[in-house]
């Protein structure tokens, strides 16, 4: 099970539920919605039936105390993690990418103008649906990510590596040459 605090915090502002009204304009400025939104909405997730045989968490922790409430959550649920996975990428290919990604309203798939541009410009190759581009993915608000993410997220790699959880791969390259370094890198974790 895949479950990333991204798509489930940008349904939410969709949906115009308390969360999302409250994440909203974090969302919007490349801000990062604050820790205790982000654990309650995690220790519910973590508790649904579809987690019991294992969950990705994508997205999650960003921060020390994400990652520190993570710990004490996974402990009352006697459960591990087997495995922090590490992707590197150089910013100026992190903003290359992230500017030309595109998502559809309709399904969710995501293409890219440049790297994996849909048949019909706009338009999703899977639905038909109208691809859009997500406000934070706009230049100025990916730079102000990457400034939250160096202050905020990057001190995560540390804390993982000091639990021994911790992979690293190299990000950069074609879709199937990343999924390769990342099944290798979970070495059987994902069947
Ligand atoms: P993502 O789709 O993972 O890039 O997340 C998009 C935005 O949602 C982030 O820029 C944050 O505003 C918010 N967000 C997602 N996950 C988290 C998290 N674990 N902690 C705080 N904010 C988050």
Redesign the pocket.
């Known amino acids: 099970m895949q479950i ?4 489930i ?2 349904q939410a502002v969709a949906d115009q539920t308390t969360l999302g009204r409250q ?1 909203g304009d ?2 919007k400025s ?6 205790d939104l ?1 654990i309650d909405l995690i220790a519910e997730r973590l508790r649904q039936p579809d987690c019991a045989k294992g969950f990705l968490l ?6 020390i105390p ?1 990652a520190e409430s993570l710990d004490a959550l996974l402990n009352k649920l006697a459960l591990s993690l087997n495995c922090v996975l590490s992707v590197q990428v150089p910013r100026a290919v992190i903003i290359e990418r992230l500017a030309g990604r595109r998502t559809c309203k309709q399904c969710g798939a995501l293409s890219h103008v440049v790297f994996e541009p849909s048949k019909q410009p706009g338009v999703c190759d899977c639905c038909g649906g109208e691809l859009f581009q997500r406000d ?1 993915d706009r230049e100025a608000t990916i730079a102000n ?1 990457l400034t ?1 993410y160096e202050k905020q997220t990057a001190p995560l790699v540390d804390y993982y590596r000091r639990q021994g959880a911790l992979r690293e791969i190299d990000g950069v390259g074609s879709i199937d040459e990343i999924r390769s370094r990342v099944m290798t890198a979970l070495g059987g974790l994902v069947p």
């Open positions: 990333s605090t991204g798509d915090l940008r994440a974090f969302i490349g801000a990062l919605v604050p820790d982000i994508d997205g999650f922790p960003r921060t994400q934070d990510r939250v």
